[in-house]
């Protein structure tokens, strides 16, 4: 199985077999073994490259949990012992990368110094989930994934603020409605999330009598923050992420948060049980209130989700 992963995604069995170590002929001769063992053909030899047939198609994701359930046997195991070589991959979407995880990594990383950690990034909570179920990490940080069959570990709320120039007139206000932004220029994130088969901006917005007046776009939310702050539009965005900016942070009224969560397709032990705890110990918490009370003056600070 690990042959035929290999296989698929360098899309040729000569670089797969560079890739793995092992002549063409041996490579070959495994995937036609499996072939023999599974029923039928897997792979479709291309003059230029290979392709799944249905069968391929079909056994493949599960080739994929299997090869990489054993990786992290085999990593969970070492990082459980301490042992150099060990690794805890991490799960997470691009907001909480920049926004979230890097005290934690640091601070982890403090007391298990031998122990490497690896962060996977994605766009969409979908696109997180789906990774998550074909075993690409150990853990995984993001909001609670809905019918999730394994553990999960509530570590809070993150709270969702406007973020302007610092020196918007709006900027001295203890909060903002979302309608008294009707006038204004929206700068949009292709991260934004989608609610209810819709952008959760433009429905927000719709909800409250207008429709968002695109400004600016940008790919990712750390971008979209530094045109907030410099004037190229109002901007929705967790307030984990624009913490360390020059820009204004208000909270919403009402306020809107979000619930984030750690979740695993088995048990947490080991390294990852300790990663989790440390998030789970809401330090992240306190830094938000930290940092929130110093573009926004008094309030609890909490990340609203």
């Known amino acids: 199985m690990e042959y035929l992963v290999a296989v698929v995604e360098e899309a040729s069995f000569t670089h797969a077999a560079e890739l793995l170590g092992v002549t063409q002929s041996a490579l070959s001769h ?32 599960h080739a994929e949990f299997a090869v ?29 990368a920049i926004g979230v995880l890097p005290e934690a990594l640091t601070r982890w990383r403090r007391s ?11 766009a969409t909570g979908e696109e997180l989930r789906d990774r998550m179920e074909r075993g690409v990490a150990d853990v995984a940080v993001g909001h609670r994934p809905k019918g999730w069959q394994g553990p999960v570990v509530p570590l809070g709320e993150e709270e969702i603020v406007v973020v302007m120039e610092p020196d918007d007139p709006l900027a001295k206000q203890d909060s903002v409605r979302l309608a008294e932004l009707a006038d204004r220029d929206w700068v949009r994130c292709a991260l934004e999330p989608v609610v209810e088969g819709r952008r959760f901006l433009d429905l927000a917005c719709e909800r409250a009598g ?18 907030a702050a410099a004037g190229a539009g109002v ?23 979000r619930e984030l969560t ?44």
């Open 210 to 227: 207008f429709t968002p007046r695109t400004g600016a776009h940008t790919d990712h939310t750390s971008t979209a923050v530094r045109l």
């Open 112 to 122: 298990h110094g031998k122990v490497s950690l690896v962060v996977h990034e994605y």
């Open 262 to 305: 750690a979740f695993s397709r088995v048990e947490l032990t080991g390294a990852a049980a300790s990663f989790v705890g440390l998030l789970d110990r809401g330090w992240w918490g306190r830094t938000e209130k930290g940092r929130s009370a110093a573009h926004e003056g008094e309030g609890d600070g909490r990340p609203a989700g």
């Open 68 to 96: 990489r359930s054993a990786r992290q046997a085999r990593r969970a195991a070492r990082a459980a012992a301490g042992a150099a070589g060990g690794e805890l991959h991490i799960a997470t979407l691009h907001a909480f």
């Open 30 to 61: 495994q995937i036609k073994a499996l072939e023999r063992e599974v029923g039928g053909p897997l792979l479709e030899r291309l003059p230029r490259g290979v392709r799944l047939t249905p069968m391929g198609r079909a056994f493949l994701p």
């Open 235 to 257: 901007l929705i965005a967790p307030a984990h992420v624009a913490a360390g900016y020059d820009c204004a942070v208000l909270p919403l009224d009402p306020p809107w948060q």
